[in-house]
C-alpha cells in the first residue's frame, strides 16, 4: 500500500510538466499575447518555469528516491554525519548561479517593457467604481465604457453568452501597427487596468497618472479586466480594446467628434419632461443602480435611498450640487466633471418623477439650462 | 544573565486550578498554550466556514449563493482571520508549550503577560466578527485592505476593524516579548546559542521580526483611523496625500509578516525530519544563519507586491533582485532537509507524512514565488489566481501543514495518550490530495487570466473553478476528522513512552520529561553537554 502512494505520488509530479507542456497556447497557461513585449514575457514565464522544473525533478528525485532506498522497513541504518562544508557552500553557490543566470533576461524584458515615451496616439485611461473611461488626448473625444452583461445573465435568469462579463457598451479603439501611450489614473478608489494580450497591466491610483504602451500588430478584440479590488462591482468592469487598421481608426474618431458636437448641440435644445425622463431613466440604469438600485431604495445605510429622499423630493438645487460635486468622504462622485450637461439635468428629471417621487415630491423639471447656470455661478 | 530556578515544590502538591478560573486565570504555559492552540482551532473552523462560502459561489459562473458586497466580506475576513487567527496563535500556542519545555524551563519568564496576551485575542477577534452582523457589514476591502477603498470608500464598521489590529498587534507584541524574554534568560545551563533546538531558533527570529513589524501596521491602521475621522490626509490624493504610501507601509510589515507565518514551522519540520530519518538535522548552523538572513532579507523585498503600481524602473529591478535573494536561504533550507533524509532510517508515522507533505508543496510555493519576483512576468501574474495559489500553497501546505504535523508530533506527549495513527495517516492523505485539487488548478486559471477577488467570472473559468470547490469541499470536511483525532487523543489511547518516538530521547529535553509532563515542566534545570 505504502509503495503503491508513494509510486503513485511519484507519477503525479513527473507528469505534471508535460501536462502543463501539452497545454502551452491553451486556456491553462499565460496568453503569448500579440504584441513582442507579450511574446518576451511569455518566454521568460516558460523560462523560469522549466528552470523550476528542473530544480523540482532534482530535488524531489533525490527526496523520494532517499525516502524509497532507506526506509527502516527495508532495514536501513542511519548514517551519522551531519554536515559536509563544501556539499553546502557547493549548492549555496550553484543556487545562486542559477538565479543571475535567470536574472539577466529578466531585466532585458524588464528595460523592454518599461518605456514611457510618447506615444503617437495618447490616451486617458481613468478608472471609476464601476466603469472605464477613455479619453484622446489628441483629439478631444473621450467615452465611458460599461459592462454590456445583463442584470439577467448574471442572476442566472437567462442563459450566458459567449462574452460574458468580458463585454462592454463601447470597446476601446485603438490602430494597429501604432506606439499607443496609455496615461492611467483612478477617479475614486485604485483599479487596475489589464490587457493579458498585450502584458499590460497597471494601476489606476487617484491622484497619480502611470504610464503603460502597447503596439498591436494584428486587428482583433482582445479582452481584459479589473485586477485591483475597487468595490461591489470589482468584477464587472471588464476591458475591452479594439484594433482596427489606420484608416478605420481614423474614421472612428471623427464620428465620434461628430457626436460630441451633437451633443453640445443638445445643452441649448428645448428639451419636454417626457424626452428627459426617457433619457435620465437611460443614464440612471447605467451609471446609478449599482449603489441605488433600480428600484431607488439603495442599500442602506451605505448606498441611501432616492425614493422618497427630502432633497430628491423638495430641493433641486441641492440635489445639482450633489450629482455636480458629489460627497466628500463618501461613494458619491462628482459626475458633473465626467457627463453631458443633458446627462445630469434628465437623471435629476428621472429621479424626481420616478417611484412615488413623481405623486409626493414638487416633481421639478431640470434642464440642461439650470445645470450650466450651476456651471458659470461656480466658475464666477 | 541568568535566573535563580526554585528546586523544589514549597507546597509538595500544586496543579491546575478547577474549573473556568483555570482557564481564566492560568499563568501556567501549558494551559496558555492549549488555549492558544484551541482558539487557533475554533478560528480555522469559523475561517473555513467563509472559504466554504466563497467557493459555494464561485462553483459555477453567475450569482447564485451570495451578493458581491457580502463575498467581498467573506474574502477579506478569511484572509483576517487565517493569517491572524488561525496560524499566527498555532504557532504562539506550540511557542508557549514547546519553549519551556524544549530549553529546560519550568514555565515562560513572564506567566501573566503570558496570560494578557492571550486573552486580547478572543477580545480582538470578538470585535472583527461582531462586525459582520452590523447594518453596514463587516471590513469588505481585503485583507490587505488597500487605502482609500479602506478609509474613504470603507463602511463605518472599519473603525472596530482598525481597534481589533490594534489589539491583535498588542497581544502578538507582548507575547514577543515574553518568548525573547525567556530564550535569553532561561535556558537550562549548558544550552548554548547555538546548541538551542531548532524550534526554539526559529521563534527567536520570529519574535523579533514581529517586534519589528508589529508597530509598523498599527501605524497603518492610526492613520487610517486619522483619515477616516479626524480629516488627516495620509493616504487621500484629494487632500494631497498618497495612496501608494498605504502600500509601502502595509507591506514593510505585510512581507515580514509572511515570514513570521512560515518560521516556526521550518523549526517544527526539521525536528520531525530528523526525528523520522534517525539522524541528526543536516546543516544546523546552515539552518540558523539560512533563518535569520530570511529574517533579515524579508525587511527589503515589500515592493515585490507592487510591481504593477507604478514604481521607477531602477525600484522595480532592486525589488526583484532582492526577492531573487530570499530564494537561495529558502532553498538551503530545503537540501538541507533532503540532505537529512538521506543516508537515514526512515520511517512513515503521521507527522513525517505531513513534514514530507510540508517540504514538496511548501516547495512548489517557492517556485511560484520565485516566478512571481520575475517583475516584468509578474505583470501578467499579480492580482491573478496565480498569487492566490502561491500563497495558497506556502500557507496551506506550508504553514498550516507544519502546525499539523506539531501537533500529531507532540500530542502524545503533551496527553500522555498515542493519536490513532490509522485514522491520522487517513487524514493526511485526504488533506494532502484535497490540498492539492484545490490549490494546483489555481495556478491554471490564474494563468489563463481569473482576477482574484472576483465573485463572478468568464465562462472559460468554469471548469477549474467547479473541481477547485469540491477540492475545497474535501478540505474542509476532512479538517473534521483532525478535530475528531485530536479530541480521541485526548480522551483515551495507548499510554505514551516519555520519549515517544524512537529514539527521540537524545533528540531533545521535551522527551526526558514523563508523558503528559508535569505542570511545571522543569523544576529542576537538567545540565545540557
Ligand atoms: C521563495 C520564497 C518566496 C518568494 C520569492 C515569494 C514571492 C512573492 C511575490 C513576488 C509575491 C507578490 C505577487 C503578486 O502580488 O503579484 C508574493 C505574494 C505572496 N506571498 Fe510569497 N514569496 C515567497 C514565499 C512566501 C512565503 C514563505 C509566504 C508565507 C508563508 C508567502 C506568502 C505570500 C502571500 C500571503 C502573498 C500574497 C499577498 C496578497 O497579495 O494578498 N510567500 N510572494
Ligand atoms: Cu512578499
Known amino acids: ?133 477613455y479619453e484622446y488626448m489628441e483629439d478631444e473625444v473621450s467615452f465611458f465604457s460599461n459592462l454590456s452583461t445583463s442584470q439577467e445573465q448574471i442572476d442566472n435568469k437567462i442563459p450566458k453568452g459567449e462574452f460574458y462579463l468580458l463585454e462592454v457598451d463601447e470597446p476601446l479603439v485603438i490602430p494597429i501597427n501604432t506606439r499607443v501611450r496609455f496615461l492611467i489614473t483612478g477617479n475614486d478608489v485604485i483599479h487596475s487596468w489589464w490587457v493579458p494580450d498585450f502584458a499590460v497591466k497597471q494601476d489606476a491610483v487617484p491622484g497619480f497618472i502611470n504610464t503603460a504602451w502597447t503596439n498591436v500588430p494584428e486587428t482583433g478584440i482582445y479582452r481584459g479586466a479589473c485586477t485591483e479590488l475597487c468595490g461591489i462591482k470589482h468584477a464587472f468592469m471588464p476591458v475591452v480594446v479594439r484594433a482596427v487598421e489606420m484608416e478605420e481608426y481614423d474614421a472612428f474618431i471623427a464620428e465620434k467628434m461628430v457626436l460630441a458636437e451633437a451633443e453640445r448641440m443638445l445643452t441649448s435644445k428645448e428639451w419636454t419632461k417626457e424626452e428627459l425622463m426617457e433619457r435620465g431613466e437611460s443614464f440612471y440604469m447605467t451609471n446609478c443602480v449599482a449603489c441605488h438600485q433600480a428600484n431607488g ?84 | 544573565m541568568s535566573t535563580v530556578v526554585e528546586t523544589h515544590d514549597h507546597d509538595g502538591h500544586h496543579g491546575p486550578a478547577k474549573g473556568l478560573t483555570r482557564w481564566l486565570f492560568t499563568t501556567n504555559h501549558k494551559d496558555i498554550g492549549t488555549l492558544y492552540l484551541w482558539f487557533s482551532c475554533l478560528m480555522l473552523f469559523i475561517g473555513g466556514g467563509m472559504a466554504m462560502v466563497i467557493r459555494a459561489e464561485l462553483f459555477q459562473p453567475g450569482l447564485q449563493i451570495v451578493q458581491p458586497e457580502f463575498f467581498n466580506q467573506m474574502t477579506t475576513n478569511h484572509g483576517l482571520i487565517m493569517v491572524f487567527g488561525v496560524i499566527m496563535p498555532a504557532f504562539v500556542g506550540l511557542a508557549n508549550w514547546m519553549i519551556p519545555m524544549q530549553i529546560g524551563a519550568p514555565d515562560m519568564a513572564l506567566p501573566r503577560l503570558n496570560n494578557l496576551s492571550f486573552w486580547l485575542l478572543p477580545m480582538a477577534f470578538g470585535i472583527l466578527l461582531s462586525t459582520l452582523f452590523m447594518p453596514e457589514g463587516g471590513p469588505n476591502f481585503g485583507w490587505t485592505f488597500y487605502a482609500p477603498l479602506s478609509t474613504t470608500y470603507a463602511p463605518s464598521t472599519v473603525n472596530f476593524f482598525i481597534f481589533s489590529v490594534h489589539v491583535m498587534g498588542v497581544s502578538s507584541i507582548l507575547g514577543s516579548i515574553n518568548i525573547i524574554t525567556t530564550i535569553f534568560n532561561m535556558r537550562a545551563p549548558g544550552m548554548a546559542l547555538m546548541k538551542m533546538p531548532l524550534f526554539v531558533w526559529s521563534w527567536l527570529i520570529t519574535a523579533y521580526l514581529l517586534i519589528a513589524v508589529m508597530p509598523v501596521l498599527a501605524g497603518v491602521v492610526t492613520m487610517m483611523l486619522m483619515d477616516i475621522n479626524f480629516g488627516t490626509s495620509f493616504f487621500n490624493a484629494a487632500g494631497g496625500g498618497d495612496p501608494v504610501l498605504f502600500q509601502h507601509v502595509f507591506w514593510f510589515f505585510g512581507h515580514p509578516e509572511v515570514y513570521i507565518m512560515i518560521l516556526p514551522a521550518f523549526g517544527i519540520v526539521s525536528h520531525i525530519i530528523e526525528t523520522f530519518s534517525r539522524k541528526p538535522i543536516f546543516g544546523y548552523s546552515s539552518m540558523v544563519y539560512a533563518m535569520a538572513s530570511i529574517a533579515i532579507l524579508s525587511f527589503v523585498v515589500w515592493a515585490h507586491h507592487m510591481f504593477t503600481v507604478g514604481m521607477p524602473l531602477a525600484g522595480e529591478l532592486f525589488f526583484m533582485y532582492s526577492t531573487m535573494l530570499i530564494a537561495i536561504p529558502t532553498g538551503v533550507k530545503v537540501f538541507n532537509w533532503v540532505a537529512t533524509m538521506f543516508r537515514g532510517s526512515l520511517t512513515f508515522e503521521t507527522p513525517m507524512l505531513f513534514s514530507i507533505g510540508f517540504v514538496t508543496l511548501f516547495t512548489i510555493g517557492g517556485f511560484s514565488g520565485l516566478m512571481l519576483a520575475i517583475v516584468p512576468a509578474d505583470f501578467q501574474y499579480h492580482d491573478t489566481y496565480f498569487v492566490v ?26 496527553t500522555g495518550n498515542m493519536y490513532d495513527e490509522t485514522l491520522g495517516k487517513l487524514h493526511f492523505w485526504l488533506t494532502f490530495i484535497s490540498v492539492n485539487v484545490t490549490f494546483f488548478p489555481m495556478h491554471f486559471v490564474g494563468l489563463a487570466g481569473m482576477p482574484r477577488r472576483y465573485p463572478d467570472y468568464a465562462l472559460q473559468f468554469a471548469d477549474f473553478n467547479a473541481m477547485i470547490s469540491v477540492g475545497a469541499f474535501m478540505f474542509g470536511i476532512t479538517q473534521l476528522l483532525f478535530l475528531f483525532i485530536v479530541i480521541k487523543t485526548i480522551r483515551s489511547g495507548k499510554q505514551a513512552k516519555p520519549e515517544v518516538w524512537e529514539g527521540a530521547g537524545d533528540l531533545g529535553l521535551e522527551w526526558t520529561l514523563s508523558s503528559p509532563p508535569p505542570y511545571h515542566s522543569f523544576t529542576v534545570q537538567p545540565q545540557v553537554k
Request: net charge negative; charged share 15%.
Open chain 1, 297 to 380: 431604495k439603495g442599500i442602506p445605510p451605505v448606498f441611501p435611498a432616492l425614493e422618497g429622499s427630502e432633497v430628491v423630493l423638495s430641493d433641486s438645487a441641492k440635489q445639482i450640487e450633489i450629482l455636480m460635486d458629489g460627497i466628500q468622504g463618501s461613494a458619491m462622485q462628482a459626475f458633473g466633471d465626467s457627463y453631458s450637461e443633458v446627462d445630469i439635468a434628465a437623471v435629476i428629471t428621472y429621479t424626481r418623477q420616478a417611484w412615488s417621487n413623481g405623486k409626493n415630491g414638487d416633481g421639478a423639471i431640470v434642464t440642461p439650462k439650470d445645470i450650466v447656470d450651476y456651471k458659470n455661478k461656480i466658475d464666477l
Open chain 2, 389 to 414: 495559489a502561491h500563497f495558497h500553497y506556502v500557507l496551506v501546505p506550508g504553514a498550516l501543514f507544519g502546525i499539523m504535523a506539531g501537533v500529531y508530533y507532540w500530542l502524545p506527549k503533551w
Open chain 1, 1 to 133: 500500500m505504502k509503495k503503491l502512494v508513494t509510486k503513485l505520488v511519484l507519477v503525479m509530479f513527473s507528469t505534471l510538466p508535460f501536462v502543463i507542456y501539452s497545454a502551452e497556447n491553451s486556456d491553462y497557461n499565460m496568453p503569448v499575447g500579440v504584441t513582442e513585449v507579450s511574446q518576451s514575457i511569455f518566454g521568460l514565464h516558460m523560462l523560469i518555469f522549466w528552470v523550476c522544473v528542473v530544480i523540482g525533478v532534482i530535488v524531489f528525485g533525490i527526496m523520494f528516491w532517499s525516502m524509497w532506498k532507506y526506509r527502516k522497513s527495508k532495514g536501513a541504518v542511519a548514517a551519522d554525519f551531519d554536515d559536509n562544508f563544501w556539499l553546502e557552500i557547493g549548492w549555496t553557490v550553484a543556487a545562486t548561479a542559477v538565479l543571475i543566470w535567470m536574472a539577466v533576461p529578466s531585466t532585458q524584458v524588464m528595460v523592454q517593457a518599461y518605456d514611457d515615451a510618447e506615444g503617437e496616439i495618447n490616451i486617458l485611461v481613468t478608472g471609476h467604481q464601476w466603469k472605464w473611461h
